[in-house]
Each structure stands twice: as C-alpha cells, then as structure tokens.
T-cell receptor, first 109, second 115 residues
Framework: GIQVEQSPPDLILQEGANSTLRCNFSDSVNNLQWFHQNPWGQLINLFYIPSGTKQNGRLSATTVATERYSLLYISSSQTTDSGVYFCAVDPGGSEKLVFGKGMKLTVNP | GAGVSQSPSNKVTEKGKDVELRCDPISGHTALYWYRQRLGQGLEFLIYFQGNSAPDKSGLPSDRFSAERTGESVSTLTIQRTQQEDSAVYLC?????????????FGQGTRLTVV
C-alpha cells in the first residue's frame, strides 16, 4: 500500500520561530490533509490540499502532487501550536485516509 | 450533540474480556470511521460505514474485532477476548459523506488498556 513519511519526527521551537513540516508519499493521491492533534488528543483538520497552496492565518500548506510531497509552514509559532501534526492521504479507490506517523511539535514560551 | 462523542473515554480491562466502544457521530453525518492509534504511532484505519452498511472492513485486525451501526447513527466497536496488543486509543470520525473528508470530525477517542 501507499507509504506516508513525515519529517522531522520531533521538533522543539521557541515561541515566535518558524517551522516547515514535510510529508512524502509513495504514490499518486486523490486527497491530502493535514491534521493537528492537540495535547488532549483532539484531531483538528488544518488543510484539505490535494494540490496547490492554501493559507490560514499563520499556517500555510503546499502540495506538489507531481513530486509527491506536501509542506506545512507554521510562522510565528505559539505554545498552542504544540501537539502532533499528521499528514494523511487518500490513495483513491477507497474511502479512507492513510496517515503518516506524525510529527511532535513542542513550542516553548 | 455538537461534535462526535465517544464513550467511555478510558477503559481498563483484563486480558481475555470483551469490550464495547461507542461512537455518537454528528447528527446527519452519513459516513462514520473507526481508527486505532497506538502509542506514538499514526492512525490505523479499521472500518468505515456508509449509513448502516460497512463497505470496507479491510482494516479490522482479526475476527475478534467487529462493528455495527444502527439508525445511521450510533456505532459500536466490539473487541472480543482482548489481548495486550489491543491497547490503543480508538478514534471515531464522521463526515457528511465519505467523499468529502473536508467535513470529517474526530471524537476524543477511547483509551483502551488491556492488562
């Protein structure tokens, strides 16, 4: 099946710093989403981004489908950005998302 | 309710016992998904429902796992003869329809510990 790899696996930042999270996938996909799982376990949709670039406040994401990767940018990080960020893809032909192992972000005050 | 509700939030059970996990999706959401998240891992797909039918059960790890959905609403995930490797957080999500993940919302999960 399709492989989804995220990097880096862990990241520690000081408040105010910027970061880039990367998601590589091994095959073409119909859909790609970024999720944030907060320290209480709640999964929140960040972006639905099968291709192109989207921005939402301090967050933006870019997917280059032809090269099979997506990037999530966090600017001016805040302590509330802490948690685990997941990339998930829909390889097509199924109604489910395949998740990467996640990237744990810790933003210190 | 306003969101996806799962119960119990935590469950500790002895090896060999059966457990039932419940998911109440957002009202009107036709698609419902169960995922499992082991400690430090990503989400592992278990099963998905469209209405009360389960077109895709491919993720169920063994025949000890089963799930049903009634009234196009509540779903129950049952694990029989639990094993220690079943310990994980079980997450439920629902969406208006299975082709629009943009609308998917996750519950808080049930943390299952098998001792």
């Amino acid at each position: 099946g399709i492989q989804v790899e995220q990097s880096p696996p862990d990241l520690i930042l000081q408040e105010g710093a910027n970061s880039t999270l990367r998601c590589n996938f091994s095959d073409s996909v119909n859909n790609l989403q970024w999720f944030h799982q907060n320290p209480w376990g709640q999964l929140i949709n960040l972006f639905y981004i099968p291709s192109g670039t989207k921005q939402n406040g301090r967050l933006s994401a870019t997917t280059v489908a032809t090269e099979r990767y997506s990037l999530l940018y966090i600017s001016s990080s805040q302590t509330t950005d802490s948690g685990v960020y997941f990339c998930a893809v829909d390889p097509g032909g199924s109604e489910k998302l395949v998740f990467g192992k996640g990237m744990k972000l810790t933003v210190n005050p | 309710g306003a969101g996806v509700s799962q119960s119990p939030s935590n469950k500790v059970t002895e090896k060999g016992k059966d457990v039932e996990l419940r998911c109440d999706p957002i009202s009107g959401h036709t698609a419902l998904y169960w995922y499992r998240q082991r400690l430090g891992q990503g989400l592992e797909f278990l099963i998905y429902f469209q209405g009360n039918s389960a077109p895709d059960k491919s993720g169920l790890p063994s025949d000890r796992f089963s799930a049903e959905r009634t009234g196009e609403s509540v779903s129950t995930l049952t694990i029989q003869r639990t094993q220690q490797e079943d310990s994980a957080v079980y997450l439920c999500a629902s969406s208006l329809n299975p082709f629009v993940w943009l609308n998917a919302f996750f519950g808080q999960g049930t943390r299952l510990t098998v001792v």
